[in-house]
């Protein structure tokens, strides 16, 4: 992923998106909003119990940044219901023995192997590789902030020829 600074505002991108002129995306971070802790800075989720005030205009820096109008936009709340993929045939690979009875699920490789299995060509699969709990000064993170704290947001759409 490159990341890219616009005045304050730091937004990432895939590079595999990057090499197509009809699709614009991107994926936003935390760093260069108006939010206060525990959602500092760039908090785009009215639903988290920051000020809506704060999130209404972080909205509207993160559109002005990508020059794109806010009422194009269209968002959907991701769900963290703890429905975790059932584990087959094909994901076994993604669960290793890290410690003696401690069982990890790779969620990246898992999310991977779902997609070739798909028929997405492995080239065009580019993982993020950018682990929010790990990197919490520069994406929210729920692990982090034990629960409370900001949404960032991914976002992608097609430009009329
Ligand atoms: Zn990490």
């Not at 595999?16 to 802790?37: C, E, M, P, Q």
């Not at 800075?41 to 809506?52: A, E, I, M, Q, T």
Request: proline share 2%; glycine share 8%.
């Amino acid at each position: 992923m490159l990341e890219k600074r616009v005045g304050a505002v730091s937004i990432w991108f895939f590079k595999t998106f990057l090499k197509y002129d009809n699709v614009l995306h991107f994926v936003s971070s935390r760093v260069g909003g108006v939010s206060k802790a525990p959602y500092a800075f760039l908090n785009l989720g009215f639903h988290v119990g920051d000020d809506p005030q704060n999130v209404l205009q972080n909205r509207k820096l993160l559109a002005s940044t990508l020059g794109i109008p806010l009422d194009c936009f269209t968002t959907a709340k991701q769900i963290h219901d703890g429905n975790v993929k059932i584990i087959t045939e094909q994901l076994k690979g993604c669960v290793y023995n890290a410690l003696e009875n401690s069982w990890y699920f790779n969620l990246w490789e898992a999310n991977k192997a779902q997609l070739l299995q798909m028929g997405i060509p492995a080239q065009n699969i580019e993982m993020a590789g950018l682990c929010t709990y790990c990197n919490s000064d520069k994406f929210f993170s729920a692990r982090h902030q034990r629960g409370k704290t900001g949404r960032f947001g991914v976002g992608i759409m097609l430009k009329d020829e």
